[in-house]
């Protein structure tokens, strides 16, 4: 079961004299291949959320549980071998200096312990191009160039297959479309929709674009000052619409 | 003649420090200072280890090892205590110089009427300056070789990912803070070494022969990449063994220009720097193409 709790989680973080919860008191229960989309203002905790979730900011109160197990105290590293995350900037998720296929080939042992064994690329060739042909959108033809000569849209999708290509239990996704072109931007979103639902992965997913927020998942909610002031299941979520949404925003 | 056979030879040798600083300085991404104290190190240890009727083989081995502990201290004060790599480098480096003198016992010791690795019998009977050539092929052969086996684990690719995008290895769970460590472990072993190895063809280790040794380091690596330009990785760990020697020649050059060598240590920064900016200034003058041209011909 991968189900994620987070049991009363409040963030604190010191700003210059004063301390600020970024995060104040979030109970939430994400039950295994729910796909959330995360909605709220900038500020609002969405990424105080994921920080929490992977580790990379310390929670001051309060528990986070993935899969049965409490994720407290275990370091972000630790934690990558569960969860998987894909960012914002399409330059944060991948190498830009070695190949489309290094990278793949690295993010298969996403949370293994790396070996002295040869890293065995012309074998696993054929699969990563059948991989990488997924995107489709030359991903595929570009194998053997350096990540930093892809497209941004290519980039991320290289991201997204990094982050699932070894099932993880909890998938993040961090604005993920937001550095992209409209058109772009879609064809991402349509790649994340068909992985998270051909995997039956448990995901949750930051986003500003209102539509995609009511369009894929099945689940919404919305931050606010570092808490969770809506949630909509699939039924409630398919009932939605645009200004409902954008009543939260005014 | 003979010149040229010494500057392939030292060439050789000194590539070895090229080779530890392309771990750090173009995998990792930044200069490691600690060279300058482990190049002296590497020379100390060796030099005393064979003084005290240990073998040259064993005592080049002990500058090897020597020469990791340094890395292994930088890197400990960089990713435990915080410190800055370049400061956590320096700090090293300065008190590496206490204690190479302390293992030496003075600031300078000879290796006059003791055996060393240039010596051995099959060595004997080659024409002057052939032993450091064929040792330092050997050594750089057998690195070389090993780097690059290294470099394509899954150990390695982790390396390479650490230096490249350290937020990204992060989330594939693999931890910067080790591969950091690694990297200046193995770039500083190989520093050592070459210590061991300059001590043992030059006859004598010195407390000060670690200055401007980084500037050496990074002639080698840069020189490499000015003159043969986009390579895979592995081509570019012999860019920097060539780039070494072809160094060698120009200090050779300059040298014959009627430069005194008190001068060379402004010379080799000034050669740096102008390798250095040639990638800059190659856009204008496309002096890559005629620098090129120059090693086809003479090459």
Not at chain 1, 96 to 125: D, F
């Amino acid at each position: 079961m991968a189900e994620l709790i987070l049991d009363h989680v409040t963030v604190n973080v010191p700003v210059a004299t004063e301390v600020k919860t970024l995060l104040q008191n979030v109970t939430l229960t994400v039950k295994n291949g729910d796909f959330v989309t995360v909605l709220g203002h900038n500020g609002a905790g969405k990424s105080t959320l994921f920080n929490a979730i992977t580790g990379d900011l310390p929670v001051s109160g309060g528990t986070v549980t993935l899969a049965g197990k409490k994720l407290n105290g275990q370091r972000p590293e630790q934690r990558a071998r569960h969860i998987a995350r894909v960012f914002q900037d399409p330059k944060m998720g991948t190498a830009p200096r070695m190949t489309v296929a290094e990278n793949l080939l690295l993010a298969s042992h996403r949370g293994q312990r790396l070996s002295l064994r040869s890293r065995g690329l012309n074998a696993q060739k054929d699969r990563l191009k059948e991989l990488a042909a997924k995107t489709g959108n030359g991903l595929a033809e570009a194998l053997d160039k350096p990540t930093e000569q892809l497209s941004g849209g290519q980039r991320q999708a290289l991201s997204l297959l990094m982050a699932t290509m070894r099932e993880p239990d909890l998938l993040l996704l961090d604005e993920h479309t937001a550095a992209l072109d409209p058109h772009t931007s879609q064809s991402i979103m349509m790649l994340t929709n068909e992985i998270v639902s051909n995997q039956d992965l448990t995901c949750l997913m930051i986003t500003h674009q209102v539509e995609d927020a009511l369009r894929y998942g099945t689940r919404l909610i919305v931050l606010d000052a570092g808490q969770v002031v809506a949630d909509f299941d699939r039924k409630r979520k398919a009932a939605l619409t645009r200004d409902d949404v954008l009543a939260f925003f005014s | 003649m003979s010149l040229g056979v010494s500057a392939i030879g030292q060439g050789l040798l000194y590539g070895l420090i090229g080779l530890g600083l392309f771990l750090t300085f173009r995998v990792l991404d930044f200069p490691d200072m600690t060279v300058e104290g482990t190049f002296p190190f590497g020379a100390a240890v060796a030099v005393s280890a064979i003084t005290h009727g240990i073998s040259p083989i064993v005592a080049t081995l002990l500058a090897t090892g020597a020469g990791m502990l340094a890395g292994l201290a930088t890197g400990l004060l960089t990713t435990k205590g915080r410190i800055p790599v370049l400061l956590a480098g320096i700090l090293v480096m300065t008190g590496l110089f206490s204690i190479n003198l302390r293992i030496m016992g003075r600031a300078n010791l000879s290796l006059l009427h003791q055996a060393n690795l240039f010596q051995e019998s099959f060595l004997k009977d080659l024409p002057p300056y052939f032993n450091s050539v064929v040792i330092g092929l050997v050594v750089a052969v057998v690195v070389v070789g090993l780097l690059i086996l290294f470099l394509n684990t899954q150990l390695g690719q982790g390396f390479i990912a650490a230096g490249d995008n350290p937020n990204m290895a992060r989330s594939l769970g693999i931890d910067p803070d080790h591969q950091m460590v690694l990297g200046l472990m193995v770039g500083n072993g190989l520093v050592g070494l070459a210590g061991g190895l300059l001590a043992q063809n030059n006859g004598y280790a010195d407390v000060n022969m670690g200055i401007g040794v980084i500037v050496i380091g990074l002639a080698a690596i840069i020189i490499g990449e000015v003159v043969f330009g986009e390579l895979t990785l592995s081509q570019r760990l012999v860019a920097v063994i060539l780039g070494s020697i072809l160094y060698r020649f120009v200090l050779l050059v300059v040298l014959a220009l009627g430069f005194n060598a008190d001068d060379l240590k402004l010379i080799s920064a000034v050669v740096l720097a102008i390798a250095i900016m040639v990638p800059q200034i190659d856009h204008q003058l496309r002096l890559r193409r005629v620098l090129q041209k120059g090693v086809q011909v003479h090459g």
